[in-house]
């Protein structure tokens, strides 16, 4: 009997399946209008369906794909829909799934420089892309002291800022010996919560992390984390970081970074940007007003996975010193040394975050980037921000909902006249309708609908059609 040579697949068939796999995403995209948004499944719905136990013997690519289509399926949100306002988007788009698609046939992990020399200095190359196309000060680029990187997501580049600020302050000891002390962080009290969470995780403590009081708009007030921050002092405590917002994830709220640099300037404090959602608003020279006073920042980070149509996980970090960021996380394991790394002609972006391996990120970035050009990606944003300040309007005028928060970008915050109860009501009966999904937040302890535009492929039709189901619930639920 002739044994066996292999388990693997060959690469023609690999060929056929991948053909199939892409019909298939492309057969899904042109029809994602027609699933409900919002999965209808309950827990445990997928679960049941799968076998306890992994195959003994290997199946075809076939029965996978069936499975996908039949059993997965109903329990996917369609984030890829246009119909989809809720959260804030993850948007994609095929330039960028076609890197990804590349990014996981090389395989490459990209820690040093050494291990894929291309990873390194794609990505080197596109963040310094990426300044100059929003506008971002120099000293974000890598000819500079500084430089930018793709994390995972917003949270890891704030605790890696947190990281670089806490051995900033500590000159180096807190890595050595342990130990925070009395390091008091900043934030915003309509701050994301992956600021409290990396307090946490940095050893700072949610106790010693000051959540600051907010103007009428939503935004820090400045003269407030001044006082907090003297008093601090006062108390012979070391504040030492200020996390500030541009574009809160509740209302999409903006903080002056101008006034908050005159308060970290005055103290000496790190200040860190984060403008996961919005940043990518300044690709259009009209909403740079977003980013006034970032010249200060000592680092700012967003999501192109959230609004720059490059499907997650890309997060766009920048610090202006990177030696504080690597000098906290730079560790040189002697199976990791070679000649280019003790050169120092290189960037190893494994210095740069939590985690050694990398994958190649860029390429997805890249290619969203090549294929819109700044010019398409300004009409997109354009458009999404128009869309959104017609929704706004359609909102005053109406004699069902207020407006809650007069946003000047893409997030629209409102609430039924009557309350609460009805709010609730409303948006639960739209989204059971699975033709357009929206999520909520609680503003001044009110319930509020939030209206988040920026899903690839949302044209006027959709926003209509939402604005159309929203009063439709309104007027059913008032008889
Ligand atoms: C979405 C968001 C985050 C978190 O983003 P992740 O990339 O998922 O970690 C942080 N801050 C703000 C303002 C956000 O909107």
Same mark, same amino acid.
């Given at each position: 009997m002739k044994e066996k040579q292999s388990y693997h697949m060959d690469l023609e068939t690999f060929r056929k399946n991948g053909y199939a796999?892409?019909?298939?995403?492309?057969?899904?995209?042109?029809?994602?209008?027609?699933?409900p948004v919002l999965s209808q499944v309950k827990p445990g719905d997928i679960r049941k369906q799968l076998p306890d136990a992994a195959p003994e013997k290997g199946e075809s690519f076939d029965a996978m794909l069936k499975d996908v289509t039949e059993v997965v399926m109903p329990g996917i949100t369609?984030?890829?829909?246009?119909?989809f306002f809720a959260y804030f988007p993850g948007n994609s788009s095929p330039p960028a799934i076609l890197?990804?698609?590349?990014?996981?046939?090389?395989?490459?992990?990209?820690?040093?420089?050494?291990?894929?020399?291309?990873?390194?200095?794609?990505?080197?190359?596109?963040?310094?892309?990426?300044v100059k196309m929003l506008d971002l000060p120099e000293k974000f680029m890598s000819h500079t002291k500084g430089g930018g990187v793709i994390q995972h997501s917003a949270s890891d580049a704030t605790l890696c800022a947190l990281l670089a600020a806490r051995e900033r302050v500590s000159s180096g000891e807190v890595n050595k010996k342990g130990g925070t002390g009395n390091l008091i962080a900043y934030t915003s009290a309509q701050a994301h919560s992956s600021i409290e969470k990396g307090c946490m995780i940095a050893g700072i403590g949610t106790d010693n992390l000051r959540l600051i009081d907010v103007d009428d708009e939503f935004s820090m007030r400045p003269e407030a984390l001044d006082a907090q921050i003297q008093k601090d002092k006062d108390a012979g405590l070391i504040p030492f970081f200020v996390c500030t917002c541009v574009g809160t994830t509740s209302s999409l709220a903006l903080d002056s970074v101008a006034e908050m640099a005159k308060v970290t300037k005055?103290?000496?404090?790190?200040?860190?940007?984060?403008?996961?959602?919005?940043?990518?608003?300044?690709?259009?020279?009209?909403?740079?007003?977003?980013?006034?006073?970032?010249?200060?920042?000592?680092?700012?980070?967003?999501?192109?996975?959230?609004?720059?149509?490059?499907?997650?996980?890309?997060?766009?970090?920048? +610090?202006?010193?990177?030696?504080? #960021?690597? *000098?906290?996380? !730079?560790i040189l394991p002697e199976y990791l040394k070679n000649?280019?790394?003790?050169?120092?002609?290189?960037?190893?972006?494994?210095?740069?975050?939590?985690?050694?391996?990398?994958?190649?990120?860029?390429?997805?970035?890249?290619?969203?980037?090549?294929?819109?050009?700044?010019?398409?990606?300004?009409?997109?944003?354009?458009?999404?921000?128009?869309?959104?300040?017609?929704?706004?309007?359609?909102?005053?005028?109406?004699?069902?909902?207020?407006l809650v928060v007069d946003n000047p970008l893409n997030l629209i915050c409102f609430r039924h006249k009557d309350g609460d109860d009805k709010t609730e009501a409303i948006m639960a009966s739209v989204n059971q309708t699975g033709e357009a999904y929206l999520t909520h937040t609680k503003l001044n302890d009110k319930y509020t609908i939030r209206m988040s535009?920026?899903?690839?492929?949302?044209?006027?039709?959709? +926003?209509?059609?939402?604005?159309? #189901?929203? *009063?439709?619930? !309104?007027?059913?639920?008032?008889?």
């Open positions: 796999t892409i019909d298939w995403v492309v057969d899904y995209l042109k029809n994602v209008e027609s699933y369609h984030w890829q829909s246009p119909n890197g990804e698609i590349l990014s996981a046939g090389l395989s490459v992990q990209g820690m040093l420089w050494a291990t894929s020399p291309a990873c390194t200095e794609v990505e080197t190359h596109v963040m310094d892309w990426l005055k103290h000496d404090l790190w200040l860190h940007v984060d403008a996961a959602m919005a940043g990518t608003a300044a690709v259009c020279p009209e909403l740079r007003f977003i980013n006034e006073g970032v010249q200060e920042a000592d680092s700012y980070t967003f999501n192109p996975h959230k609004w720059m149509f490059t499907n997650f996980d890309c997060n766009a970090f920048f +610090v202006a010193d990177r030696a504080a #960021l690597i *000098n906290a996380l !730079s000649e280019a790394t003790n050169d120092g002609a290189v960037f190893d972006y494994r210095d740069w975050h939590i985690p050694l391996g990398r994958r190649f990120r860029a390429l997805k970035l890249w290619f969203a980037i090549r294929h819109y050009g700044v010019e398409g990606l300004q009409f997109h944003i354009r458009k999404h921000v128009e869309l959104s300040q017609q929704f706004k309007q359609w909102v005053i005028d109406s004699d069902n909902f207020d535009i920026g899903q690839t492929n949302t044209e006027l039709k959709h +926003v209509e059609h939402a604005w159309r #189901l929203l *009063n439709e619930a !309104s007027d059913k639920l008032s008889k």
